[in-house]
Every structure is written in C-alpha cells, then in structure tokens.
C-alpha cells in the first residue's frame, strides 16, 4: 500500500524558512492529491494546504502568504515551503494522501510526521 | 474559517457507546457531506476512521459509525474497547475548497 515519508530539518530559525519533503513510495504521485497537515505539541490539526501531481495548489488561507508546495513525479515526492517561521510554527508536520483524486472525501495514508521547532 | 466545534472530552465504559459531535456551520459542516474523523493515540499519526459522513475505510470495525444533520456531524463507537481510548477529530471540506478540522475529543475507556 502507499506509504509517505517526510524528511527536513528539524530546527530551524525564526525568520527562517521551513523546507519539508515528502517521498511517496508503493504507489504514483501522479494522478491524485496530496496535503500537508500540522500539529503543534499538545494541540489539534490543522490543513496547510494540498497540491495536485500537475502542480495545482490550494492553501489555508491564514497560511497562503508563507506557503509554496511543489511537486516532482519524477522522483514521487512533494514538498512544503514555509517563509517568515515563527515559534508559532513548531509543530510536527504530516504529508498526507487525498482518498479520492475526484472528491474531498477524506485524508489517507498519513506520514508518520516530523517535529520541526523554531528556535534560534 | 474557524474549527469546527467538538466537546473536549467523553468517556464510557467498556462495552458501552458514547457519541462524540462536531459542529459547524453551513459553510462547511452543512454544505456538503464531505465530513471525515480521524483517531489518533498518542505519539501517533491520525488515522482515517470514517469519510463521506457515514463511510468506513476497509479495516475500521463497524462497532465506528458516522452520521449528520445540518451543520452538526457525530462519530459514534459502540462497544467501547480499551483500544478505542484516543483523542478523535472531525473534518470537514468547506466551500472555499480547504479542510477545516475540529478541536478534537479526547475519549476515555473508564
């Protein structure tokens, strides 16, 4: 089954930029969604955005201004750019396959996540 | 576009049911029936438990079930097992095409 692996630094400076990938591995990235989901420590979910394998993105709004997603079938991976860090951005972050590529119908398989802290 | 609303925690006990809301409103919850939960034990990653409002995943036991009316969805897990303890978030897809997630339950097997 399609299993996700997220790879990055996991410190990174205020101000800084986040960097994250994702390897999507026993299925094609092409043809279907895929998100990214983070958690700061001891609180909930919350969506950052999702990037088709054509490169068509779509981001939470709160968000859009820092966010870049990009994609590369070439190597089944996508990634994740997030500018102006703060501490308010330390979380573990999750990339996440979509259950259908035609309906928003759910979030599946999940990355195992990675903590990224913002601290200098 | 807020969290979708959940009560922070619920409990039973072994055997039992408990019910769990997620409310929103008619710009996400109510506006389609792309309503999702996920389950997620500590340290983990969450795991899709139901999709579509009412529709499990191959593998999640039916004792999880998934309902709406209006701009309130509910997850319910009937007989409660020690495995079932876990914190549970709703989701929904909002007509501004982004996912809102809840502010996640934490349930308790007493």
């Known amino acids: 089954q399609v299993q996700l692996q997220e790879s990055g630094p996991g410190l990174v400076k205020p101000s800084e930029t986040l960097s994250l990938t994702c390897v999507v591995s026993?299925?094609?990235?092409?043809?279907?969604?895929w998100s990214w989901v983070r958690q700061p420590p001891g609180k909930g979910l919350e969506w950052i955005g999702q990037?088709?394998?054509?490169?068509?993105?779509n981001c939470n709004p709160y968000l859009k201004s820092r966010v870049t997603m990009s994609v590369d079938t070439s190597k089944n991976q996508f990634s994740l750019k997030m500018t102006s860090v703060t501490a308010a951005d330390t979380a573990v972050y999750y990339c996440?396959?979509?259950?259908?590529?035609?309906?928003?119908?759910?979030?599946?398989?999940w990355g195992q996540g990675t903590l990224v802290t913002v601290s200098s | 576009q807020s969290a979708l609303t959940q009560p922070p925690s619920a409990s039973g006990s072994p055997g039992q049911s408990v019910t769990i809301s997620c409310s929103g409103t008619?710009?996400?919850?109510?506006?389609?029936?792309?309503v999702s939960w996920y389950q997620q034990h500590p340290g983990k990653a969450p795991k899709l438990m139901i999709y579509?409002?009412?529709k499990r995943p191959s593998g999640v036991p039916d004792r999880f079930s998934g309902s709406k009316s209006g701009n309130t969805a509910s997850l319910t897990v009937s007989g409660l097992q020690a495995e079932d303890e876990a914190d549970y978030y709703c989701s929904s897809y909002a007509d501004i095409n982004i996912y809102v997630f809840g502010t996640g339950t934490k349930v308790t097997v007493l």
């Open positions: 579509e409002v009412s």
């Open positions: 008619s710009s996400d919850v109510g506006h389609s029936n792309y």
């Open positions: 996440v396959g979509h259950v259908s590529a035609r309906s928003p119908l759910g979030l599946d398989p």
């Open positions: 990037i088709f394998y054509t490169g068509s993105t």
């Open positions: 026993g299925g094609t990235i092409s043809g279907q969604f």
